[in-house]
């Protein structure tokens, strides 16, 4: 056997031990800092909503480090699968949405807001199997992954549900795409590295009824 295959087969038993002491013991993993930060939880609620107000037609929100703090394409390896409610990579490296996202999900359907998912990967079928095992799916008015600028997979949804661009907030941790968007009237906001908080949403909404956002 050639050393790189004995190095390679010398990790992947290092993944499987760390997964089944996980397993056994609830042991944090860091073999990959990324896709296991733990975010300080937000308890703040959206406030509600005041007659005569201006409010977001659609809250649009990206995935990537986003909603989960990992790179879909670059971090996971596939294929992912569920084992008994623990979401794995086919490196046993288990797969969780930042902690604060599943409130923060519930409060603003609760409060009435169309919300929607957009990614750039092109892997439709396993993007789908996260939203539905992270249950999220019962939040979203819509979700789309495709490998396109995410200026167009906006410019999508705004044409599938009539939506004015001027109606939309847009939430992302990156911002090389913020300014594209920008230029269609969406109002944008960047995240931190720990993810969408409700602060972001509540500056967001606060720019989205006053005064749109200065991107220079």
């Known amino acids: 056997m050639s050393f790189i295959k004995q190095i390679k087969l010398l990790i992947r038993n290092v993944k499987f ?28 609620k959206p406030k509600p909503r005041i007659p005569g107000e201006l409010y977001p037609r659609m809250i649009i929100m990206y995935m990537d480090r986003t909603i989960w703090p990992f790179w879909f394409e670059l971090d996971v390896t596939r294929p992912i699968k569920n084992k008994n ?13 930042f902690q604060q996202i599943p409130g923060l999900l519930d409060s603003l359907h609760k409060q009435g807001y169309k919300l929607a998912f957009i990614n750039q990967s092109p892997d439709n079928a396993s993007m789908e199997n996260l939203l539905e095992w992270f249950n999220f799916n019962k939040y979203l008015t819509h979700k789309m992954t495709m490998s396109a600028p995410k200026k167009e997979l906006v410019r999508i949804i705004s044409q599938k549900y009539k939506i004015d661009f001027g109606d939309m907030l847009y939430l992302d941790s990156e911002y090389d795409e913020i300014p594209d968007i920008a230029e269609l009237n969406v109002v944008c906001i960047q995240t931190g590295d720990k993810g969408v908080m409700m602060e972001d949403v509540q500056k967001g909404l606060h720019i989205f009824s006053t005064a749109a956002p200065d991107y220079g």
């Not at 609830?26 to 896709?35: E, P, Q």
């Not at 086919?90 to 949405?97: N, T, V």
């Open 85 to 97: 409610g623990i979401v794995l990579d086919d490196g046993f490296q288990p797969l969780k949405p």
């Open 17 to 44: 031990i760390v997964y089944f002491l996980f397993l056994i013991g609830n042991v944090t993993c860091s073999c990959k800092t990324s896709v296991y930060i733990q975010p300080t939880v937000s308890t703040e």
